[in-house]
């Protein structure tokens, strides 16, 4: 047996066990784990073509054709992990297409060439539409969460990046089919199993380490409708300098006088319910006058509190994990990870350090 059919049968059992959880488990949203699964289920079939056809008379070209449905199981996987209203469900069925690619070619028998041309094609078009709601999707949790657990979809980026040297070798594939350069197509094929076999290792550990934005936001709340970013240079939806001034007061006296960032699950609509204010006045009063995104807005004032209690005499009691908790964190390794990034240093260093002063 050669080493990229051990790959491929690596390759295949690793999804069909990640499949299999992710279509029982009862944890996530069950949209999320159907569309990954579904993505899963669809290299395993792939992998068996791949496998089975040197070794069999009968044909079983029709298992190709399930490669139509890579793209789409990828996009709609993303496009589910945020909360997805009623209006944005009924765009799905234009995903319907690569499925009626599918069927078509499975009945009028379409040559090889340009089946393969097609594939490519095809998946060349989700990946992109993939990457572009990724970006979406990060700023519209920027822009609801605080949860650092639920906004940290930083994984899905190096999940999606090795896509693109599998859709350049797609191509390289489909051109060197009519040029005999088998040696060059071996090594083709070897580097795409490789890669295929990272982006599965790297998928399961990205389920295990990220369980919030791996499996989906399944909060029943409606996220606010936002274009993302920050917005500093005019003031929209009819909003003028004083309002936006008014809701920012109504705003701090409730974040900081009341200390609502000490609320792990704190989100958008829970503070725009405290301020009386619709979520959109809360959302552009963060970006208009604060030049921030809802996320940052509240994990930097927990930063704050976190690193007060750090360096209070009268804490000495309480390690670190009972701090993170109390300043409104739910994760101890997200904490870690954005305290190093804003302060150069771990918890307990900038503890021993401004001690000393």
Known sequence: MSIINILFIIQGLQSLVLAGFLVFTRRGKKASNIYLA?????????????LVSEYTLISLEFLAFFGF????????YIQSLNYVHKSEKSKYKIHLVPIGCFTIGLF????????????????????????????DTKKILKSNY??????DIEWLFTFLVPFFPLIVIDFAEYLFDFIPTDMISLILVNIQALIILFII?????????????????????????????????????????????GYAELILEKIDGGQLFKNPEMN???????????????????????????????????????KNLL?????DEKNVSQIIYESGFNSTTSFYTYFKKNERTSPKEFRQTHRKV
């Open 311 to 315: 360096v209070s005499f009268s804490n």
């Open 69 to 76: 449905l890579y793209g789409p199981f990828l996009f709609l």
């Open 146 to 151: 605080s949860n650092l657990d639920i906004v």
């Open 268 to 306: 958008i609509q829970t503070l725009a319910k405290e301020v009386d204010l619709s979520p959109r006045q809360v959302s552009h009063t963060i970006n208009l006058f604060f030049k921030t995104n809802f996320s940052d807005f509240i994990n930097q004032r927990r930063l704050k509190y976190a």
């Open 38 to 50: 579904g993505f899963l289920l669809t290299l395993v079939v792939e992998i068996v073509y791949a």
């Open 201 to 245: 290792n790297y998928l399961t550990i990205a389920g295990w380490m990220k369980t919030n934005s791996f499996m989906g936001i399944y909060e029943n709340i409606e996220r606010t409708p936002l274009n993302g970013g920050v917005v500093s240079k005019s003031y929209k939806d009819n909003f003028d300098k004083e309002e936006i001034i």
């Open 108 to 135: 009028t028998g379409i040559s090889s060439s340009i089946f393969e041309g097609l594939l490519a094609v095809c998946f060349a078009y989700y990946f992109f539409l993939s990457f572009f709601k990724y970006l």
